[in-house]
């Protein structure tokens, strides 16, 4: 099974990189087929990871109109919901051991 987190925020990027409100959605996957999510470690990997994949996808916030500042904020809010929720169901999945036993 492939380890990826898809990242999905509520978006379009305007050219100029500014989020704009709209029905569509971008996708960004996050790799952890290379992380040990049972390690404080690969957690941390994870989660920065995650966080430069929300801010690929909605933006920067730093120097903006506070209407776009808003925008992008509330993506971000979005898409890391979204994202840890994933995250929390790997992480538990990665400190599960499973043991098969044959008679």
Known sequence: MTKTIALIAALVLAP????????????RIVATADLNLSTAHGRAQL???????????????NNLELSKARLIKRCATDAMAVASVQR????????????????
């Open 16 to 27: 100029a990189g500014i989020a704009q409100a709209q029905d569509a959605a971008l996708t």
């Open 88 to 103: 929390d169901r790997m992480v538990a999945r990665a400190g599960t051991r499973i043991e098969v036993a044959a008679r």
């Open 47 to 61: 989660d920065s990871r995650i966080a430069r994949s929300v801010e690929a996808v909605c933006g920067r916030r």
